[in-house]
């Protein structure tokens, strides 16, 4: 089946802290991954995708094929960065499987 | 200025009634799509439209029925709303290109049924 997992629905950590939110997929085929965001009052949109291999806002997910993953990350996090995260996966010709979603929350 | 549009932001109904979500966008896509979305829930996929008079269903069954008439606009019927129809409604659109083009999200239509 075609899934994508984000095991944690909320991720709460301190200004300048690290931020890892965790991605993991099931796909038979070559993955084609990306991270969307959606900050409050704004609507979802494309933060980054892996083909790409771009940093964006100080994030950054790397696509490891053996464990299945594409985490994102940012080695410290900054109060407007909280958001709620979601993971998606390219799946058949033009369509995208999105993940549950984490929340970020960045406290000063 | 280039944008997806949804109407209604928020719809309350009662239970048996016809509802139509609109969705349209200026930005010149191909492709649309209309995501479901439940509170602390992924996004579904329930139909989507690769053009004029392309329409598939998604991943997620879903009882409503959508038509893709103009380029520009994608609008989502259910014929007799129900409590389970109650959910969050995001339509969204992208470039046809040959990899997987970014989605442009509307702001959704927060439907409740009664």
């Known amino acids: 089946a075609q899934r994508v997992t984000q095991p944690e629905k909320l991720l709460s950590v301190f200004k300048g802290a690290p931020v890892e939110l965790k991605c993991n997929y099931s796909?038979?085929?070559?993955?084609?991954l990306f991270w969307y965001v959606q900050y409050s009052r704004q609507r979802l949109q494309l933060l980054l995708r892996h083909i790409s291999r771009e940093s964006i806002k100080g994030f950054t997910a790397d696509l490891n094929k053996g464990e299945t993953s594409f985490h994102l990350k940012k080695p410290f996090a900054q109060e407007e960065d909280s958001a709620m995260y979601y993971c998606?996966?390219?799946?058949?010709?033009?369509?995208?499987?999105f993940g549950t979603g984490t929340r970020l929350l960045v406290s000063p | 200025e280039a944008d997806i549009y949804q109407t209604p932001r928020y719809l309350v109904i009662g239970t048996g009634k016809k509802i139509t979500l609109e969705c349209s966008q200026t930005?010149?896509?191909?492709?649309m799509y209309w995501y479901q979305q439940d509170p602390g829930m992924e996004l579904h996929l329930i139909h989507y439209s690769y053009g004029v008079n392309s329409t598939e269903k998604g991943d997620l069954s879903s009882e409503s029925t959508v038509s893709r008439i103009r380029t520009e606009h994608f609008p989502l019927t259910l014929e007799s709303a129900r409590p389970s129809h109650t959910s969050q409604y995001l339509c969204?659109?992208?470039?046809?290109?040959?990899?997987?083009?970014?989605?442009?999200f509307g702001e959704g239509s927060r439907l409740t049924v009664l």
């Open positions: 796909y038979s085929g070559s993955p084609e």
């Open positions: 969204a659109s992208s470039e046809f290109s040959g990899g997987m083009g970014e989605l442009f």
């Open positions: 998606a996966l390219k799946t058949g010709f033009q369509k995208l499987v």
């Open positions: 930005m010149g896509h191909d492709k």
